[in-house]
């Protein structure tokens, strides 16, 4: 059971737009801490798509984009794209671990 | 071009130890908190420890404290992951991790450049 709670997948069509949710608790999201976001393709090394709850780095479509509000954050993706196809992961600090924390993942599925 | 290069993964039996370094080019691992990050078969990340420049030494994920030690070699340009009394469950690809920001006042932005991984497998 991961601290930070993502949906198991998500789906849509190409051009559509998707959204993954991030929800954690007042030790994590809820007492401040940042949220990045990253896009991980088996075989390869994760990709930091989202910083700092809302920043994209630079080389990072405008298509991603991402929120955050009192205990949760999320991931926007407009214009799906089939290499968007991947499993995103949300990260952030829990005070209670002293440590970083990962949500469990969404895999992006693009019908 | 920055790059990190895991080394060191391999096969051994429960309770026995293994030692993961990670190099960095075009970067100084010393101006970084260094992290590292596993993936286990079918699961997905997860945060292992980070070595703080600043003093604190390493911080660890629960599931590993006790058992691992990360540590750093200005000299080689290295950070290192020991693993002691290895557990079936610490079977995973492990992968370092850099954070985009560090400074006086910590690290921050999230984890920027990984390597590719390494994995470790441990089996009777």
């Known amino acids: 059971q991961s601290v930070l709670t993502q949906p198991p997948s998500v789906s849509g069509a190409p051009g559509q737009r998707v959204t993954i949710s991030c929800t954690g608790s007042s030790s994590n999201i809820g007492a401040g801490f940042d949220v990045h976001w990253y896009q991980h393709l088996p075989g390869t090394a994760p990709k930091l798509i989202i910083f700092a709850n809302t920043y994209r780095p630079s080389g990072v479509p405008d298509r991603f984009s991402g929120s955050k509000s009192g205990t949760s954050a999320s991931l926007a993706i407009t214009g799906l794209q089939a290499d968007d196809e991947a499993d995103y992961y949300c990260?952030?600090?829990?005070?209670?671990?002293?440590?970083?924390?990962f949500g469990g993942g969404t895999k992006l599925t693009v019908l | 071009e920055v790059q990190l290069l895991e080394s060191g993964g391999g096969l051994v039996q429960p309770g026995e130890s293994l030692r993961l370094s990670c190099t960095g080019s075009?970067?100084?691992?010393?101006?970084?908190?260094m992290n590292w990050v596993r993936q286990a078969p079918g699961k997905g990340l997860e945060w292992v420890a980070s070595?703080?420049?600043?003093?604190?030494?390493?911080h660890y994920a629960d599931s590993v404290k006790g058992r691992f030690t990360i540590s750093r070699d200005n000299a080689k340009n290295t950070v290192f992951l020991q693993m002691n009394s290895l557990r079936v469950e610490d079977t995973a690809v492990y992968f370092c991790a850099k954070p985009k920001y560090c400074g006086s006042d910590g690290c921050s932005g999230g984890l920027d450049r990984w390597g590719q991984g390494t994995l470790v497998t441990v089996s009777p």
């Open positions: 070595f703080s420049g600043s003093g604190d030494g390493g």
């Open positions: 075009g970067l100084t691992l010393r101006s970084y908190d």
């Open positions: 990260q952030s600090y829990d005070s209670s671990l002293s440590g970083s924390v």
